[in-house]
């Protein structure tokens, strides 16, 4: 069974929000580790742990991320991390553990293996993964929201988001 080395520098988690009813807002998380472990070539066996820096949101506007790190929304002091435990994946899904805010609820997200390449910049075997989903935001106790007298709410309640995934493979 082969080793996957986290490569940051080559991954990325970003999301979006439904805002007014009628556009989408756009952020990421800058800091974020994921540590797994199984067999690259049988997605089935893999297990581990990914944890988001939850201080670490970037939506490019630092009032809105000022208001997103506090108790309205992510309450950052108290809840630092986001997590996710794998418990199941295979071809084309990951089921695990969420946690955000002290609340855990298991979620299934879709999965893809883009495949593997040898790095020319140091030659190693490279790994990647992209993991697509939402979640109700409101389910993790982040319900803050606005009703707008035009009709509905200024935020959306479905967080969508992406996560790419680079895996350096040590045999």
């Given at each position: 069974?082969?080793?996957?080395?986290?490569?940051?520098?080559?991954?990325a988690?970003?999301?979006?929000?439904?805002?007014?009813v009628?556009?989408?807002?756009?952020?990421?998380?800058?800091?974020?580790?994921a540590?797994?472990?199984?067999?690259?070539?049988?997605?089935?066996?893999?297990?581990?742990?990914?944890?988001?820096?939850?201080?670490?949101i970037d939506?490019?506007?630092?009032d809105?991320?000022?208001?997103?790190?506090?108790?309205d929304?992510?309450?950052?002091?108290?809840?630092?991390?986001?997590?996710f435990?794998?418990?199941?994946?295979?071809?084309?899904?990951?089921?695990?553990?969420?946690?955000?805010?002290d609340?855990t609820e298991?979620?299934?997200?879709e999965?893809?293996?883009?495949?593997?390449?040898k790095?020319?910049?140091?030659?190693?075997?490279?790994?990647g993964?992209?993991?697509?989903?939402?979640?109700?935001?409101?389910?993790y106790?982040?319900?803050?929201?606005?009703?707008?007298?035009t009709?509905?709410?200024?935020?959306?309640?479905?967080?969508?988001?992406?996560?790419s995934l680079?895996?350096?493979?040590?045999?």
């Open positions: 069974m082969a080793k996957l080395n986290f490569d940051a520098a080559h991954s988690v970003e999301f979006s929000i439904k805002h007014l009628i556009s989408n807002v756009k952020g990421r998380f800058n800091e974020f580790e540590k797994p472990e199984g067999d690259v070539e049988d997605l089935s066996s893999l297990q581990g742990e990914f944890i988001i820096n939850a201080k670490s939506t490019r506007v630092e809105r991320d000022n208001h997103l790190r506090g108790e929304f992510l309450n950052v002091e108290q809840y630092p991390e986001i997590k435990e794998v418990t199941k994946a295979d071809e084309k899904s990951v089921t695990g553990n969420l946690t955000i805010k609340v298991e979620e299934t997200f999965l893809n293996y883009e495949g593997k390449s790095n020319p910049m140091n030659g190693a075997t490279t790994v993964y992209i993991v697509n989903g939402s979640i109700n935001r409101e389910k106790g982040i319900t803050f929201n606005q009703k707008l007298e009709g509905g709410v200024m935020i959306g309640k479905d967080v969508h988001f992406q996560v680079e895996f350096a493979v040590e045999e």
